[in-house]
């Protein structure tokens, strides 16, 4: 379907459509990983009528979430969500499945979640009542997320809600791409000349040239007939002796590096 079908077709109000129109308009500048999600954060919570926004991009060499950005939220919760709760978190990895934006409430009834942990000592204490989140998949990767949330006394979001921002899913996705993979295209050095900077073997300068070029475990594999578990271990260790979270910082690291050859 067309997007101008599309907003016909979800008879948005002209304030709806304005801030979808401008979430894309400014989604094709070039920003950073974290700017991408903040930006579209701050627009999000003015197109949803919410309070508080998180994103995350899933690490799964490190099987955790990683480099938070948040907009009215304390950062003293979020380094406890970092730490302790989001390996007891009931919701999360279930709507992470999911590959389209998702009110919290179709996975879990809110009464019941007012039951958790989760929301009484860490939810709870910024505020945060009513969810919905969505993760932007790239060929098997989650490479980010939106988590956004009402404060009590709104209305729960409902699936009108969810289709606001899966209109605006695509777009985001590609940003995020772009701040993969721009920044290791343009660089003419690579892993495999300056391995010897961060103690490289000779394998993990090769999977890191890759990823770095936005090539998923999959591709890696396939290019150099190693298993995908194998990869993941590389990756691991990679990332421990270049003090970087994620992919996408490899193609950073490099164009750093090459400003300075």
């Known amino acids: 379907m067309a997007l ?13 459509a304005d801030i979808i129109f401008a979430i894309m308009r400014e989604l094709s500048g070039e920003f950073s990983h974290d700017e991408v999600r ?7 919570l003015d197109l ?3 309070d508080y926004f998180a994103s995350y991009v899933w690490n799964d060499a490190q099987r955790k979430f990683v480099s938070g950005v948040q907009l009215n939220m304390s950062d003293s919760n979020l380094a406890q969500y970092d730490d302790y709760y989001q390996f007891h978190d ?3 990895h279930k ?3 999911r590959h389209k934006a998702t009110p919290v409430s179709e996975i879990m009834a809110h009464e019941r979640l007012k039951d958790t942990e989760f929301f009484n000592d860490f939810l709870n204490r910024d505020g945060l009542y009513y969810g919905l989140n969505f993760f932007a998949w790239d060929r098997g990767e989650n490479i980010g997320d939106v988590r956004i949330w009402r404060r009590q006394g709104k209305e729960d979001f409902c699936r009108r809600d969810a ?3 899966d209109a605006i899913a695509p777009s985001f996705v590609n940003a995020l791409l772009r701040t993969s993979n721009s920044s290791a295209t343009r660089s003419s050095v690579r892993f ?10 000779k394998r993990e300068a090769e999977i890191a040239d890759l990823a770095a070029l936005g090539l998923m475990d999959e591709e890696i594999s396939s290019k150099l007939f190693i298993s995908k578990p194998t990869i993941r271990s590389h990756l691991s260790s990679i990332f421990r002796k270049l003090s970087v979270e994620r992919r996408s910082q490899l193609g950073h690291l490099l164009a750093t590096k090459n400003h300075q050859y």
């Open 4 to 16: 101008i079908d599309w907003v016909a077709w979800m008879n948005l109000t002209n304030r709806e």
């Open 38 to 44: 903040t930006r579209v954060g701050k627009q999000l």
């Open 48 to 50: 949803l009528d919410a």
């Open 90 to 92: 009931p919701i999360t």
């Open 95 to 97: 709507l992470q499945r």
């Open 163 to 165: 289709q606001l921002v």
């Open 192 to 201: 495999c000349q300056i391995a010897d900077n961060w103690d490289l073997t």
